[in-house]
C-alpha cells in the first residue's frame, strides 16, 4: 500500500551533528533528507557521487574547492564527485534534501 510520508518528521540530528534518512533509491539515483545542527566544522567529503543539494529551512555555511558559501532557504548547488567539501556551520533546526547520482 502506498503511504505519504513527511519530510519534517524524524529524528533531531545530534548535538553539533547530522542526522541522514533514506527518502528514496534506485540504480543511480538516491535522496536523503538531512538535519543538521553544526556548530563546528563538520567532516570532509570527496564523494564518488554527484551531490545535488537543497536547503529547505534554516542556514548553512560550506566550504566547497575553497570557497565559502553562505546559503539560506531554497539555494540549492550542484556538487560534482569528487570536489572536496564540509559544512561549516548551520542554524539549529536546518534541514536538507541531498539527491545522489552516479
Not at 538516491?30 to 534554516?58: A, F
Request: glycine content about 8%; proline content about 10%; charged content about 25%.
Amino acid at each position: 500500500m502506498i503511504r505519504p510520508s513527511n519530510l519534517f518528521e524524524g529524528p533531531p540530528p545530534p548535538e553539533n551533528g547530522e542526522c541522514f534518512t533514506p527518502l528514496f533509491e534506485s540504480p543511480g539515483v538516491r535522496i536523503e533528507g538531512i538535519r543538521s545542527c553544526l556548530k563546528t566544522p563538520g567532516e570532509w567529503y570527496d564523494q564518488e557521487e554527484n551531490e545535488w543539494v537543497m536547503l529547505i529551512r534554516g542556514e548553512a555555511m560550506l566550504e566547497i574547492a575553497g570557497e565559502v558559501l553562505e546559503l539560506r532557504a531554497g539555494d540549492h548547488l550542484l556538487i560534482p564527485a569528487h570536489i572536496p567539501h564540509r559544512v561549516l556551520s548551520t542554524a539549529q533546526d536546518t534541514y536538507w534534501l541531498g539527491v545522489f547520482s552516479s
